[in-house]
């Protein structure tokens, strides 16, 4: 069983920094973050398969960063220029087979929450 623990939120002016991070207890292929709105829909952000290939949702490009170490089983998520709108929680997937921005990962963190405040 792959668990994923996320760390790295909190609370920020629009404009700053956080960097996000979460460790798998067993390596998989594909690590992504998503983030969710209380009474919306869960957003895909960003995805890295473990060749380094990555994906980002429209909104966020140029602003955040996805990474990974696999040596320690962690990705990250550098989220720079942050925005009001940017506010949800953020959560850690991962899954061995899609690699896309779809809601179709098989592990889930628990979440850390960013607030960005105007």
């Known amino acids: 069983q792959v668990r994923l623990v996320e760390s790295g939120g909190g609370s920020v002016q629009a404009g700053g920094s956080l960097r996000l991070s979460c460790y798998a207890t067993y390596a998989r292929r594909c690590l992504a973050w998503f983030r969710q709105v209380p009474g919306q829909e869960r957003e895909g952000v960003a995805a890295?398969?473990?060749?380094?290939?990555?994906t980002y949702a429209d909104s966020v490009k140029g602003r955040f960063t996805i990474s990974r170490d696999n040596a320690k089983r962690t990705v990250y998520l550098q989220l720079d220029y942050l925005k009001p709108e940017d506010t949800a929680m953020y959560y850690c997937a991962a899954d061995e087979f899609t690699c896309s921005l779809s809601d179709n990962f098989y592990y889930w963190g628990q979440g850390t929450q960013v607030t960005v405040s105007s």
């Open positions: 890295v398969s473990s060749d380094g290939t990555t």
